[in-house]
């Protein structure tokens, strides 16, 4: 399994941004998609996750109500809106894939490169 993000950028507190991220080669059904992202200095930590063929969504308290991941199963393809974006939202973000319904990196077995957000005040 391959995952591709992209999408990250520089915006102004109160921006909005939407990351993608691809999913290719030996794919699953049974996949659950999440996205997690490290600021510097800081753990890398759950931000949303959804199943393929189920509809279970998780947030983070942080991001909940600002943030919406979304599923595309035709292009294979997770996305991250995130509106109302604050300075404590920088970090480098990553989508990752996972056979189990878990909000804990650890679980997550594929990984893909991270995408920087950055935040202004």
């Known amino acids: 399994v391959q995952l591709q993000a992209s999408g990250g950028g520089s915006v102004q507190a109160g921006g909005s941004l939407r990351l993608s991220c691809v999913v290719s080669g030996r794919t699953s059904n049974n996949y659950n998609m999440g996205w997690f992202r490290q600021a510097p200095g800081k753990e890398r930590e759950f931000v949303a996750r959804?199943?393929?063929?189920?509809?279970?969504?998780g947030y983070a308290d942080s991001v909940k109500d600002r943030f919406t991941i979304i599923r595309d199963n035709r292009k294979n393809t997770v996305y991250l809106q995130m509106n109302n974006l604050k300075p404590e939202d920088t970090a480098v973000y990553y989508c990752?894939?996972?056979?189990?319904?878990?909000?804990?990196?650890?679980?997550?077995?594929?990984w893909g490169r991270g995408t920087q957000v950055t935040v202004s005040s």
């Open positions: 959804i199943a393929w063929t189920v509809d279970s969504i």
């Open positions: 990752a894939a996972s056979p189990l319904r878990s909000n804990s990196a650890g679980d997550f077995g594929f």
